[in-house]
């Protein structure tokens, strides 16, 4: 079971609470952002842009736990920047857990073997270190820009699992992502002994340096379909830390609209209208987010080209979680999606046998975002240009 008994019953009690109490719109997981610094420079990464005196800045234990309270939500995802470089992270991790708050504390593992013999965590029900994988060795060293980053995460995952701590990955998929390698990753992280993993497409941030590499929904459904159809059963199964019906809508089996209240974001600047993705203004209080802000105007359906591609987690996992606890059918799908989660499917794997043939890895995505590279002009000097997609060879 990837999600233990008591999470899952406090969420479905707080669903089922919030439905009887005739409530349109609430929340499921707080995304707290305490921090925008990093101690990485990813290229897909929207926050890291902010200047110096914004990533100076940071929220405060009382702040976060304001923010908590207001908001209600039964998880708290903390993201940031990297919260283990915000000085008072055990602080506010201790209070949420005396709060009895699930929390997911999204790293990118750099600092966890450190924290962790340093005796700043103590091993809870309520904490969850969500390590940001991004795919095998190489994969994940080159989308997070650095190397060395994928072995650093691995030995903190092992001391957690082996301390005790309730460990998951996330991970970001952007076009070009090799499924084939996507899946022997997911190989990897279940013999690390993870609780569960974590997907999501990766969303194009304006403030992105990378505008080239994510996904378009077509693309994402067939990603997704070939890397998590025909997955293999027993022991070598893969648990997944998120709604099964969410993983449908990514293989294109199922449609759903976004519920962007269902994770709100807090952070320095406030309350962010309407989702963590989008740079829409922001409020002083979690009221005014739900009252103000213009819903309509957002998700796949309204016509917002912002929206157009968007297929994130943030998104469109709550939808999932609702359509769960919304009707008798809902339920009964989750159930069958848990109990029979191979998902043969002759044609996916097909294809996924013909991607072995295709160029992924990181030569790939040099190729496609273009590069420095020398080249031997017609009058025969030598000059660097900038190498366009596809054009490299
Ligand atoms: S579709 Fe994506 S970008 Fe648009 S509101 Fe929902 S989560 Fe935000």
């Given at each position: 079971m990837p999600v233990p008994i008591s999470q899952m019953w406090t969420v479905a009690t707080y669903v089922l609470k919030q439905r009887l109490q005739g409530r349109k719109r609430y929340p499921l997981v707080l995304m707290l952002e305490p921090l925008f610094r990093c101690n990485l420079a990813c290229a897909g990464c929207g926050k890291i842009q902010y200047p110096p005196h914004i990533l100076k800045r940071q929220l405060t234990p009382a702040q976060c736990f304001k923010a908590v309270e207001e908001c209600g939500a039964p998880m708290v995802s903390i993201p940031g920047g990297e919260p283990l470089l915000h000085p008072n992270i055990k602080e506010i991790v201790e209070g949420l857990v005396a709060r009895r708050k699930y929390i997911y504390l999204c790293t990118n593992a750099l600092l966890l073997k450190e924290k962790l013999e340093a005796g700043w965590f103590k091993p809870s029900k309520y904490l969850t270190f969500s390590v940001h994988m991004d795919g095998q060795e190489e994969h994940h060293d080159f989308a997070v820009c650095r190397e060395g980053t994928y072995e650093k995460a691995v030995d903190g995952i092992r001391l957690a699992v082996k301390m005790g701590f309730r460990v998951t990955t996330n991970t970001t998929l952007f076009?070009?992502?090799?499924?084939?390698?996507?899946?022997?990753?997911?190989?990897?992280?279940?013999?690390?002994?993870?609780?569960?993993?974590?997907?999501?497409?990766?969303?194009?941030?304006?403030?992105?340096?990378?505008?080239?590499?994510?996904?378009?929904?077509?693309?994402?459904?067939?990603?997704?379909?070939?890397?998590?159809?025909?997955?293999?059963?027993?022991?070598?199964?893969?648990?997944?830390?998120?709604?099964?019906?969410?993983?449908?809508?990514?293989?294109?089996?199922?449609?759903?609209?976004?519920?962007?209240?269902?994770?709100?974001?807090?952070?320095?600047?406030?309350?962010?209208?309407?989702?963590?993705?989008?740079?829409?203004?922001?409020?002083?209080?979690?009221?005014?987010?739900?009252?103000?802000?213009?819903?309509?105007?957002?998700?796949?359906?309204?016509?917002?080209?912002?929206?157009?591609?968007?297929?994130?987690?943030?998104?469109?996992?709550?939808?999932?979680?609702?359509?769960?606890?919304?009707?008798?059918?809902?339920?009964?799908?989750?159930?069958?999606?848990?109990?029979?989660?191979?998902?043969?499917?002759?044609?996916?794997?097909?294809?996924?046998?013909?991607?072995?043939?295709?160029?992924?890895?990181?030569?790939?995505?040099?190729?496609?975002?273009?590069?420095?590279?020398?080249?031997?002009?017609?009058?025969?000097?030598?000059?660097?240009r900038l190498v366009e997609s596809g054009s490299a060879a």
């Open positions: 076009d070009g992502a090799d499924p084939n390698s996507v899946r022997a990753f997911f190989d990897e992280m279940m013999a690390l002994g993870v609780e569960g993993m974590m997907l999501s497409p990766g969303y194009a941030y304006e403030k992105a340096p990378d505008q080239k590499n994510f996904l378009k929904r077509q693309k994402t459904n067939e990603l997704f379909e070939m890397i998590l159809s025909n997955r293999k059963d027993g022991k070598q199964k893969w648990r997944f830390n998120q709604s099964p019906l969410f993983l449908e809508f990514l293989m294109g089996t199922r449609q759903y609209e976004c519920t962007p209240w269902g994770m709100p974001t807090y952070n320095i600047f406030g309350w962010q209208k309407p989702c963590y993705l989008l740079q829409e203004g922001y409020v002083d209080t979690f009221s005014e987010l739900i009252d103000e802000t213009e819903w309509e105007r957002y998700g796949h359906s309204s016509g917002n080209p912002k929206c157009a591609n968007c297929m994130v987690h943030s998104g469109y996992e709550a939808s999932a979680v609702n359509h769960t606890f919304a009707s008798v059918g809902g339920m009964f799908a989750t159930v069958k999606a848990m109990l029979f989660n191979t998902y043969a499917n002759p044609a996916a794997k097909r294809r996924l046998d013909e991607e072995k043939a295709k160029p992924h890895g990181p030569v790939a995505h040099l190729v496609q975002l273009g590069i420095a590279a020398d080249v031997v002009e017609k009058d025969g000097k030598r000059t660097v």
